[in-house]
């Protein structure tokens, strides 16, 4: 089982400013197999990032998707209010089929 | 518009079952594998169960192995979860969700709430 580690768990940073979120396997993952969600209160999660680097349908260019192997990146560059929520890297895999990180709280400072 | 609405969620003693569905609308389940993705109370997501569009391959997490059952009529593009021997531990929002590049889930329900408690 591969197992996503995120860091940090809680992020604490000022609108305007760059957010770097990492997500880190135990084993390596095909970049093709890694993705990003933004999760809010009360909603579903949404996709960002796909593929590691593409953007999905919609999301703005702010959010950008890098790293390979075992040691893969969110990173916004501006952050906007609505920008603070809970982040999740995902991979797929075979056993089991999908597997979540435990998530980043990216929060106003 | 892809539009996927949960139904089904309840409270449920333990031991007993519950059968969740999803509807969708906006695209045939024919030809998108789907998943069911759960997220205890104040916890993050762990998927549960998946289902081959073209195939009907099931796929489920150890955690739900023998006891639930993911299934679909595509005559009614309605995604199904069969969940019996609920345990304390299923209490969460269960969410269906559709798959986009073949390895990720571009589209989500709203969720459904299964709390499993006496």
């Known amino acids: 089982e591969i197992v996503l580690t995120q860091s940090p768990g809680t992020l604490s940073l000022s609108p305007g400013e760059r957010a770097t979120l990492s997500c880190r396997a135990r084993q390596s993952v095909s970049s093709s197999y890694l993705a990003w969600y933004q999760q809010k209160p009360g909603q579903a999660p949404r996709l960002l990032i796909y593929g590691a680097s593409s953007r999905a349908p919609g999301i703005p260019d702010r959010f950008s998707g890098s790293g390979s192997g075992t040691d893969f990146t969110l990173t916004i560059s501006r952050l906007e209010t609505e920008d603070f929520a809970v982040y999740y890297c995902?991979?797929?895999?075979?056993?089991?089929?999908?597997?979540f990180g435990q998530g980043t709280k990216l929060e106003i400072k | 518009e892809v539009q996927l609405v949960e139904s089904g969620g309840g409270l449920v003693q333990p031991g007993g079952s519950l059968r969740l569905s999803c509807a969708a609308s906006?695209?045939?389940?024919?030809?998108?594998?789907m998943s069911w993705v759960r997220q205890a109370p104040g916890k993050g997501l762990e998927w549960v169960s998946a289902i081959s569009g073209s195939s009907g391959t099931t796929y489920y997490a150890d955690s739900v192995k023998g006891r639930f059952t993911i299934s679909s009529d595509n005559s009614k593009n309605t995604l199904f979860l069969q969940m019996n021997g609920l345990r304390a531990d299923d209490t969460a929002i269960y969410y269906c969700?559709?798959?986009?590049?073949?390895?990720?889930?571009?589209?989500w329900g709203q969720g459904t709430l299964v709390t499993v408690s006496s």
């Open positions: 969700a559709k798959e986009y590049s073949g390895y990720d889930f571009d589209f």
């Open positions: 906006g695209f045939s389940l024919r030809s998108y594998a």
């Open positions: 995902q991979q797929y895999g075979r056993s089991p089929l999908y597997t």
